[in-house]
């Protein structure tokens, strides 16, 4: 019988820096690009593009849109949304010059689960990837609970000026009266 090397971590890409820096470069160029990139994210065929624009800047990394650069895009997605995510709470911060999250281990220790292995680790492409992905993701910042939209509304309404339009003047003033007159 034979064993397959296939499967989920049996053949697993173990990427460079070099790779990993020319993929986010061109995944930048390929989001600012309308023929590539819509509201919703990346239109069909991105990937292709990518395989074909790494591969000609390094021609042997064998670099494939599909399972490589599919499997690295959805680790960036997924590192940038925990950063993101994080980075909108409360006790969290950022350290632009050493790229990397300024936080008390206790508090990162509760969101072990959802971003393990990156404290203390610099993310050297967040502001890149803030750029492709920060409006397809929502995150904390932008967003709003239905609760603070209703305020949010009540809010606006009581900075309108309060304006009664009426037809009764036209209507007393009016020579042409629709009324009946019940001595008819």
């Known amino acids: ?43 069909n065929g991105y990937m292709n593009k990518l395989e074909e624009m790494i591969n000609g800047v390094l021609p042997n990394c064998g670099l494939r849109a599909v399972p490589h650069i599919e499997s690295r895009i959805k680790h960036w997605s ?20 050493k790229k990397l999250l300024q936080v008390d281990k206790a508090v990162y220790d509760e969101w072990v689960k959802k971003a393990k292995g990156l404290f203390g680790v610099p993310f050297i492409h967040y502001k ?30 009581d900075k309108q000026p309060f304006i009664v339009e009426s037809d009764e ?9 629709d009324t009946y007159s019940s001595t008819s």
């Open 1 to 43: 019988m034979e064993t397959s090397n296939r499967g989920r971590g049996k053949n697993k890409r173990y990427w460079t820096y070099e790779e990993d820096a020319v993929l986010i470069r061109y995944l930048h160029e390929l989001s600012c690009d309308p023929k590539w990139k819509c509201e919703n994210g990346f239109k």
């Open 78 to 97: 997924e590192k940038y949304s925990a950063f993101a995510e994080m980075l909108s709470t409360s006790g969290f911060g950022w350290d632009a010059e």
């Open 128 to 157: 890149t990837l803030a750029e492709i992905y920060a409006k397809d993701k929502a995150t904390g910042d932008v967003s709003e609970s239905f609760a603070d939209a209703i305020e949010g509304i009540d809010q606006e309404i």
């Open 169 to 177: 003047e036209d209507d007393v003033n009016s020579t042409n009266s």
